[in-house]
């Protein structure tokens, strides 16, 4: 306790780190009042369909990731997702797209560009969205609507303000990144998902507690140890293992000694992080914008059921994306090829395997063999709320029993502890930890 005070006190003396603290902290308290400004001419009070609605399945889902915005019909209803789901395109736009992969080539200039068009492609995306949303509103709220309003005058100013809304919310993010600490559009999202736990905890404690059936503190205790060594393994997941296992590592090595120790070449065992379930996750929300525009019982036995991310099939589906995903991301991400050039140029080689052609498929070959373990963790921590839920774990909880959301909980809270201890190292102050550092993601921002 004595070192967390005396932590807070040179985090404090920092001008610098203090202002961008308070900053990042305005903009979020931003962003939690905006999620609670219900659109123009619908009346909170009769949501509650709406509210029940999004109370399980996928759609709980996207109402965690808007903070709650969804179900309260808020301005920020659709939240940062179209953002995201726009960055994806463009990055895999990067791989098959020659112009797209000219511009990553131009420096600044080229990443200007690439920030310009994936704006304009998330604005269309809300204008695919927003009526979507309306539509379903329609459908469960109808009576929401303040009485002399008709919908069809209501949507198109509607749409607008959705759309306005989602805008301002990535050029807060943008302002958090620029003048406040952390990336703010995973910032953001954190924000939305945390906002959900102190609910989520309460119903849970209720629950247990109240059952006849259940185990009751015994099951509660349970969980928490279970969501102790979910997080646990989702932090190894998140900084990424290091060193390739024994068996690859006594060959991948170079001729070359530093410092008394030969070189190992850098392959990680989760090279692609937590951008597999990210990608997964946006393709699993489509059936969910689709359903949007028609009535939920009309839709087929597979829709139907790919909506309740608790199914069987929705989460093997879930599974065999994130695996796909992975080798996908990893193979744009780790050139072998590249790799074997840099060892020739710089006089590197593999014992055994001549260097050039065969080093890149030795290499390529080693990556696909790390990849798999990694692929297959990446996918059991990702299906686990479905797994909790065999528990009896209340809906809303056992989404902190892995998944995107506990990810990306890890991922941001680790990176933006890792921008605070860099502040207070450049100071010449202890670091947040007596011993070791704190390691970020290491990856792209959402």
Known sequence: MKKLIETLKNIWKIDDLRQRILITLLFVAIYRFGSFVVLPGINPAMLSQLQSQTAGGLMSLLDMFSGGAFSNA?????????Y??????MQ??????PYVQKMQREGESGRKKISMYTRWLTVAILMFQAPGYLMNLKMTSGAALATGISWSYFMVPAVIILAAGSMFILWLGERITDKGIGNGISLIIMIGIIARLPQAFIQEVSS??????????VMFLV?????????CASIVLVQGVRKVPVQYAKRLVGNKQVGGARQYIPLKLFAANVMPIIFAQALMFIPLTIVQYSAPENASWFVRTMLDHHSWTYNIIFAVLIIAFTYFYTAITLNPTQMAEDMKRNNGFIPGVKPGKETAEYIDTVMSRITLPGSLFIAFIAIMPALAGLLNVQDAFSQFFGGTSLLILVGVVLDTLAQIESHLLMRHYDGLLSSGRIHGRGMAAY
């Open 74 to 82: 808020s301005i920020f209803a659709l939240g940062i997702m179209p």
């Open 84 to 89: 995201i789901s726009a960055s994806i395109v």
């Open 92 to 97: 895999l736009l990067a791989v098959a797209v």
């Open 208 to 217: 247990r507690f109240t059952a006849i059936t259940g185990g009751g503190l």
């Open 223 to 231: 969980e928490i140890i279970i969501l102790y060594a979910v997080v």
